[in-house]
Structure formats: C-alpha cells, structure tokens
C-alpha cells in the first residue's frame, strides 16, 4: 500500500486544530497497513453514527495505493456506512435519550433537531437521500430517523442510493484521473457534493417540466 502524505497545519490554526488534525493522520494511516480494507469498513460504519471523521479520506488513500481496487474499497464503504446507519436508526428509535441525545449534542445539532423534524414532514426520504450524499452530518440524520419514525426500509434504500453514489464517485474520479486529483476532492468534496445534489435535483425538475 502507498505511503499516504499529509500537510502540516498551519501555524496560525494548529493551536485549535491538532487534535483534529491527530485523529484525521490516525485514520489515514491505516492506508499503510495491511489491515485498511477491514479499517475502512470500520470507518464507514462508526462515521455513520458517531465518529467526526469521514471515511472518504481513507477511501482516498487506499484507491490511490491500489487503482484496480477501486470498485471493492468503495463498496466496502457503501456497505459499511450503510450498517451503521441502521446502528444509528437504532440508536434514534430505542436509545434516544440515553445514546442519541447525546451525540447530537457533541455535534451540536440539539438547536437543528426541530428544523429537521419540519424538513422530513416536507420532504420526507429526500432529506436523507441529501444527508447520505452531501458533507450535512450523516449520523444526526440517521438517528432522527429512528427517532421520527421514518420507514426502515425507505431509510435503508435512500440510504443505499446516497452513500453508495458518493463513495463510486470519489473512487471512480480517482482510478481515471489518478494521484493529482487527491489534494483537489480532499479541499473541494464539501462544494463538488453539493454541485452534484444541484445537478441531481435540476435533473429531476426538467423531467418533471417535460413530462
């Protein structure tokens, strides 16, 4: 497995960001070891629930080490978030007050729970299809879900759809274009996502006017 290279942070934010910066250079070494499969999997299913760090970044790595790997690492990432978004629908449906709660408190989302509840009277599993796909906190998604009472099997296939677009994307992009592309998606994934969503919905729209 390639050797995975990480910048410094800057003078300037080091004092706020090395604990951050410690657990991201955590998850990335795995990439080195010949335990980054099972690592990834691990990953995607605790990021899904709790962990701040996305896997996209050991995604990133492992396909940069191993090209004609890309379809296995991203579908091992699909699979693993999706699991552990069920363990944080669970989570929302039986431990809310006990685990749920306070999760999302430690990513403050206490004050959004309310906007989140309207949202899914409005759009119902858009709200997590846009979740799953897009940089907005998966896990706090994935536990109002269990939480609101939203259909399992909807949950789990928007779910799916979401996570499964965003992780064939990053590795898709990555096996054609190849190592230049990394530091590109790695600052700009959280504006291409959301370029992507604008794109998905357009789409939808003009089928919609069309028809």
Same mark, same amino acid.
Request: proline residues 6%.
């Given at each position: ?79 693993? /978030?999706?699991? !552990?978004?069920? %363990?944080? $629908?669970?989570?929302? +449906?039986? =431990?809310?007050?006990?685990? @749920?709660? #306070? ?55 928007? /779910?799916?759809? !979401?996570?499964? %677009?965003? $992780?064939?994307?990053? +590795?898709? =992009?990555?096996?054609?274009? @190849?190592? #230049? ?31």
């Amino acid at each position: 497995m390639t050797s995975v290279e990480t910048a410094p942070a800057s003078p300037k934010t080091s004092w706020w960001r090395h604990p951050h910066r410690r657990l991201y250079d955590w998850v990335l070494h795995w990439a080195d070891t010949p335990h980054g499969a099972v690592a990834l999997f691990l990953l995607a299913f605790a990021e899904s629930s709790f962990f701040p760090i996305p896997p996209d970044v050991l995604l990133i790595a492992l396909v940069l080490g191993a090209p004609g790997r890309w379809w296995r690492f991203a579908a091992l990432c699909t699979a693993g /978030s999706v699991i !552990g978004g069920m %363990a944080g $629908f669970a989570i929302g +449906a039986g =431990l809310m007050e006990t685990v @749920g709660w #306070p999760i999302i408190r430690f990513y403050k989302g206490e004050d959004k729970f309310e906007d989140i509840r309207k949202l899914y009277a409005q759009y119902d599993y858009w709200v997590v299809l846009t979740a799953a796909f897009t940089p907005i906190p998966y896990k706090v998604f994935t536990i109002a879900s269990g939480a609101l009472g939203m259909n399992f099997v909807g949950f789990v296939g928007v /779910s799916i759809v !979401g996570r499964g %677009a965003r $992780f064939v994307l990053v +590795a898709v =992009l990555l096996r054609l274009f @190849g190592r #230049p592309l990394r530091a590109f998606i790695e600052r700009y994934f959280d504006l291409l996502s959301l370029l992507f969503l604008v794109l998905l919905v357009g789409g939808f729209l003009v089928v919609k006017w069309v028809s």
